[in-house]
């Protein structure tokens, strides 16, 4: 009697499994300012296609209420969509996947405006014919692997989201937060200019520039596991995850390992 209970508690467990309505991930790598191209009303017209039953956003907690609406009315391309189209579908959810606090953080560490100056001195470096060959093919590589992703970015949504697109981003970045260290954290040049913290300490290029590469990890890593969370709070739902499309190949990645084993699928909006 036991060994038949056992065997129908197994055949039940199966058969749930096998029903389960899998939950639906689609991240749509988007820009963020209208351009010729894309705006808020292109998302708008992939999101009717799609009909999300979320929207996630790259935003933190702070963007919205205690019912997850906006506080402040949106002014980037996916809020304006997401408004439209909560007002056309007042069921549908809105969810911040954000790293919490993310523009101050950076600012009080230190990577801030560190970022931008270190690659204002490297450029000047670079120009002034200062580097050696090993570096300067590293800025030469670095500055040519945008080329090809303002090409696509000029072009439907449809050129920007898909694997291709994905590798050309991940190549860029790789140049920008692994390779150009290799400068940084080898030349006095940026260990010996320093900028001054909010809280009083300096900080040297080097060390700043550092950690906002280590960040680029940080944060990504942070939003896909946000992303998640809210997914296993809304199991057989469909979610629209809303990103730059720079981190869309980091996002997919670390979802894609994330979510082994479990009743959710990675689809495309051109999927719908």
């Not at 954000?98 to 230190?110: C, D, W």
């Not at 002034?128 to 696509?152: C, G, R, S, W």
Request: aromatic letters at 12%; one cysteine or more.
């Amino acid at each position: 009697m036991k060994k038949i209970t056992f065997v129908l508690l197994t055949l039940t467990t199966l058969i749930s499994c096998k029903t389960e309505k899998p939950t639906e991930i689609i991240v749509i790598g988007t820009q963020h300012e209208p351009v010729p191209n894309f705006n808020s009303e292109t998302l708008f017209n992939i999101l009717e296609q799609v009909k999300p039953d979320l929207i996630l956003h790259e935003r933190d907690s702070s963007a919205f209420d205690s019912e997850f609406k906006f506080i402040d009315p949106p002014s980037e391309n996916e809020g304006k969509a997401s408004s439209k189209y909560i007002k056309k579908y007042p069921t549908t959810q809105l969810r911040p996947y954000e790293f919490e606090g993310r523009n101050q953080y950076r600012i009080n560490k230190g990577m801030r405006p560190t970022d931008r100056l270190t690659l204002r001195l490297v450029d000047s470096l670079y120009m002034a014919n200062a580097l050696t060959t090993f570096e300067a093919d590293i800025v030469k590589t670095y500055n040519a692997a945008l080329e090809p992703l303002i090409d696509i970015a000029a072009k439907s949504p449809e050129a920007w989201n898909n694997p291709t697109a994905d590798s050309l981003c991940e190549y860029r970045q790789f140049y920008q937060y692994q390779m150009v260290p290799k400068i940084t954290n080898t030349r006095a040049e940026f260990a010996n200019t320093f900028l001054t913290k909010p809280n009083g300490e300096n900080i040297s290029y080097r060390e700043g520039y550092q950690l906002w590469a280590d960040f680029w990890d940080l944060r990504n890593q942070t939003m896909a596991k946000n992303i998640m969370t809210i997914a296993e709070q809304n199991k057989g739902k469909r979610m629209v995850v809303l990103c730059g499309f720079m981190h869309r190949y980091y996002i997919l990645k670390e979802l894609k390992k994330r979510t082994k084993g479990k009743a959710i699928i990675l689809k495309e909006f051109y999927d719908y």
